[in-house]
């Protein structure tokens, strides 16, 4: 049995970078950052951050470029790859990432709006979105947000094929 499986919680570096391939297909790249904290031997707090390289690829990236912003909260979920390319100068290069799957918002950073002070939001991108614009606007009604499922199912599941 083989697992490649990747979970990070943290708050992106910088906003997110949109692109399209050849094929039209949205990509979003961001950067995110991850902190660990311990005491080491002699009683000193420490800690140590991680930079992780996300990819986000179709609907999903187009919701992350529209509503991620840097230093905001987020939830990845995905698996790790690792290409190689040439830079230019010539100089063959690896590079690991975390391709993405799944994705949910967290908390906006200190300063970047006040859009729902009770609850912050931990939107999945498959199910819904967020309640603020990139640009700081609300929406007209909660009624007119979108629901977005990626994994849209072909047929309705019967109860008398659940197995249990």
Do not use: C
Request: hydrophobic residues 30%; aromatic residues 6%.
């Amino acid at each position: 049995m083989n697992l490649n499986k990747v979970i990070l919680i943290g708050r992106l570096t910088r906003d997110p970078e949109l692109r399209t391939t050849n094929s039209g297909s949205t990509v979003a790249s961001i950067g995110l950052a991850t902190n660990s904290y311990w005491t080491d031997k002699s009683g000193q707090k420490q800690e140590k951050t991680e930079f992780h390289n996300i990819v986000l690829f179709g609907r999903t990236a187009e919701i992350a470029g529209q509503y991620l912003i840097k230093g905001q909260e987020a939830y990845f979920e995905g698996r790790l790859q690792t290409r190689t390319y040439t830079g230019k100068d010539n100089v063959e290069r690896r590079v690991t990432e975390i391709v993405a799957e799944n994705m949910q918002f967290g908390s906006k950073p200190q300063g970047a709006g006040n859009y729902r002070q009770n609850s912050q939001p931990a939107v999945n991108a498959s199910a819904s979105q967020s309640l603020e614009k990139k640009d700081g606007s609300q929406p007209a009604a909660e009624d007119d947000i979108p629901t977005i499922n990626l994994d849209e199912e072909k047929e309705e599941v019967k109860i008398e094929d659940v197995p249990f």
